[in-house]
C-alpha cells in the first residue's frame, strides 16, 4: 500500500536554529524526505539562519551531510543536489540587528511563510518581537516553537504570554513529536474508526490501562539539559500526557483541530492530583560498561530522576474508577512504547473455578515494530476436557501493510502539517498550560518531601517500587519488550 502524496503550497520556511542539532538530526532529513516524495513544490525554499558564520553553500554542504547521515535517509541520493537548490543562509543574530534586512529581503509576499523556532524557549520573545519589527508577519505566517514548553506553568504561561502579544493562536504550532508518530496517530483512527471497542472503552469493560514509554538510552550528550528536566517535566508532561489524553478523550465530533484539542484538554483537566504513594522516581545505577545517571549528567548529588511511573485517575463518567498508569525511562531493558488496555475478567465462569481468571487485552504497540494485538480466550485444542488458553490476534502493521507501506518520521508529518495549515497535532495554549497545572504540584510534593529516586540497574525493568505500584492493587506491568 503506497501513500497518497498531496503537495503542499509553495513556500518560504526559516529555521533559526538553522545549523543546530534538530534541525541536522530530523528537520533538514524530514523534509529531504517530503521533497524525494514530490511533496515540495518547485521554488519553494528552505532558509537556514543561525548565528554561525556561513554562507549558503556551506550550509547546503552541511545539509547534504545532515541527509545523508540520517537513519532512514531515502535511497535516491541523486536527488540530493536538486534538494540542495531550494536551501539558503542567512547569518542573523536574534538579539541584535544583524541579519535581519537581509532575511527579510528574501522572502516572497504570495506564499505560505513558516518560522521555525528551533532554538532554546530563551530567545522566543526576541525573535518574536524582531520578526514583527522587521514586519515579516503576514496573515498566514506560522511559527513552529519545540518543547520545552516552559519548566513549570509560570514559564509555559509566560512563554505562551509572549507569543500571544504577536501571534494569533491560529499561528502557533507547538510541537510535541509524538502526536505526530504514525501509530500514535493510529490510536485515533483505531477508537474511531471501528465499532468493535469504542462500546467497551469505559471502566465498565476496562480494569486499567498502562502506557509504557521505555527507552534503552541514556541521557548521552544531553545531561546538563536532562539534569534540570528530568523524566516527569521531558516525558511525562508532554509525551505520555498526550498518549493518556487520545486514550482516554471522548470522540470528538469531527477531525478537526478544536474540536480534538476541546477533547483532549477536558482529559488533562479531569485529572485528579496523584498520591506520593503513587509515584515512584528512579535514577539508573552504573553497569560494568555504561556509567550510571548521575556521572552521565556530571553531577554526583543529582537528584533528578531518570525513570517515573505513576498512577492517575481520570475523574470523569467514562473513567471513574479505572486507574492509568504511567511509566517512562532511560536505560531500561529495551526501547519499547506500548498501551495496554487491560479489560475486566468475565463476570462470571461458566467452566468452573478450575478453568481459572481470563480477560482480554489490547496491546497497541507503538515503537518499534507498529502494532495491535487483541489477547482472546479460547479452548486448549485436544482431548482433556474444557480448558482455557489466551493467544494473542496479532497484527504487525509491517506485516498486514506490506513492505511498501510508508511509515514516515513524526517531523515529516508535522511540517507537512505546519505548511499546510493543519493544528490538529499540535498543541493548544491551554492544553499546555492544564499539562503543567498537573504536573506542578507532583514536582512540588517531591521537591518538599526530599525525595530521593530509588536506583535501578541499567537495562532492567525499572525500580522494584514501580513493580510494587501496580502489585500493591493486585495488577502487574507489562514486561518491557516481551
Ligand atoms: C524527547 C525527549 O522529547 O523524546 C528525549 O526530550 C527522548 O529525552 C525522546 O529520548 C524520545 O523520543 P522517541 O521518538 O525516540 O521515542
Known amino acids: 500500500m503506497v501513500s497518497r502524496i498531496i503537495p503542499v503550497d509553495l513556500f518560504d520556511l526559516i529555521i533559526f536554529g538553522g545549523t543546530g542539532d534538530l534541525a541536522r538530526r530530523k528537520i533538514l532529513p524530514a523534509l529531504f ?83 521555525y523556532f528551533s532554538v ?65 496517530q493510529n490510536l485515533m483512527a483505531v477508537r474511531f474508526g471501528n465499532m468493535l471497542f469504542e462500546p467497551l472503552w469505559n471502566s465498565q469493560y476496562i480494569d486499567h490501562i498502562q502506557i509504557t514509554v521505555a527507552e534503552e538510552v541514556g541521557v548521552g550528550g544531553r545531561g546538563a539539559y536532562y539534569d534540570k528536566s528530568g523524566a516527569m517535566r521531558d516525558m511525562v508532561q508532554n509525551h505520555l500526557m498526550q498518549l493518556l ?17 476541546d477533547e483532549k484538554l477536558k482529559v488533562i483537566r479531569a485529572l485528579e492530583p496523584v498520591e506520593p504513594h503513587h509515584l515512584v522516581r528512579g535514577q539508573y545505577a552504573e553497569t560494568a560498561s555504561t556509567q550510571g545517571f548521575r556521572e552521565d549528567v556530571e553531577n554526583p548529588q543529582s537528584k533528578t530522576e531518570s ?87 496479532d497484527m504487525s502493521f509491517a506485516e498486514a501493510l506490506g513492505p511498501d507501506a510508508d511509515t514516515p518520521d513524526a517531523y515529516e508529518r508535522l511540517i507537512m502539517d505546519v505548511l499546510r495549515g493543519n493544528q490538529t497535532l499540535f498543541m493548544r495554549n491551554d492544553e499546555v498550560e492544564a499539562a503543567w497545572a498537573w504536573t506542578d504540584p507532583i514536582i512540588q510534593g517531591w521537591e518538599a518531601r526530599f525525595d530521593v529516586p530509588k536506583p535501578y540497574d541499567a537495562f532492567s525493568e525499572g525500580p522494584i517500587d514501580a513493580m510494587l505500584l501496580m502489585q500493591r492493587e493486585g495488577r502487574e506491568w507489562r514486561k518491557i519488550a516481551e
Not at 528552505?46 to 550550509?59: C, L, P, V, W
Not at 489524553?245 to 484539542?261: G, Q
Not at 467452566?351 to 479460547?378: C, M, W, Y
Request: charged share 30%; aromatic share 8%.
Open 245 to 261: 489524553c487520545l486514550t482516554a478523550m471522548e470522540p470528538p465530533a469531527k477531525f478537526d483541530p478544536d474540536a480534538v484539542r
Open 307 to 393: 525513570f517515573v511511573a505513576l498512577k492517575c485517575a481520570v475523574q470523569n463518567w467514562r473513567w471513574a474508577g479505572t486507574p492509568f498508569y504511567l511509566r517512562t525511562g532511560k536505560r531500561l531493558k529495551a526501547r519499547d512504547s506500548e498501551i495496554i488496555v487491560a479489560f475486566k475478567n468475565t463476570p462470571h465462569s461458566i467452566f468452573g473455578p478450575e478453568a481459572g481468571q481470563h480477560s482480554n487485552e489490547l496491546r497497541i504497540q507503538l515503537q518499534p515494530d507498529e502494532g495491535i494485538t487483541l489477547k482472546v480466550t479460547i479452548k486448549e485444542p485436544g482431548p482433556g476436557g474444557m480448558r482455557l488458553l489466551d493467544v494473542p490476534l
Open 120 to 184: 532554546g524557549p530563551n530567545l522566543f520573545d526576541d525573535l518574536a518581537d524582531r520578526l514583527h519589527l522587521h514586519k515579516m508577519v503576514q496573515d498566514d505566517t506560522r511559527i513552529v516553537v519545540e518543547k520545552p514548553f516552559g519548566r513549570d506553568l509560570i514559564s509555559a504561561k509566560a512563554l505562551n504570554k509572549a507569543l500571544s502579544s504577536r501571534f494569533d493562536e491560529t499561528q502557533v504550532y507547538r510541537i510535541d513529536h509524538y502526536l505526530g508518530k504514525e501509530t500514535v
Open 33 to 115: 524526505k517530503r521533497f524525494c516524495d514530490g511533496q515540495i513544490p518547485q521554488g519553494s525554499r528552505i532558509i537556514g539562519a543561525a548565528r554561525s558564520d556561513m554562507t549558503m553553500q556551506t550550509y547546503q554542504d552541511f545539509a547534504k551531510e545532515a541527509v545523508l547521515a540520517a537513519d532512514d535517509a531515502p535511497s535516491h541520493t541523486a536527488k540530493v543536489d536538486a534538494f540542495l537548490t531550494c536551501l539558503d543562509y542567512v547569518k542573523i543574530d536574534a538579539m541584535g540587528e544583524e541579519g535581519w534586512d537581509v532575511l527579510s529581503a528574501k522572502l516572497d509576499t504570495d506564499r505560505v511563510r513558516a518560522f
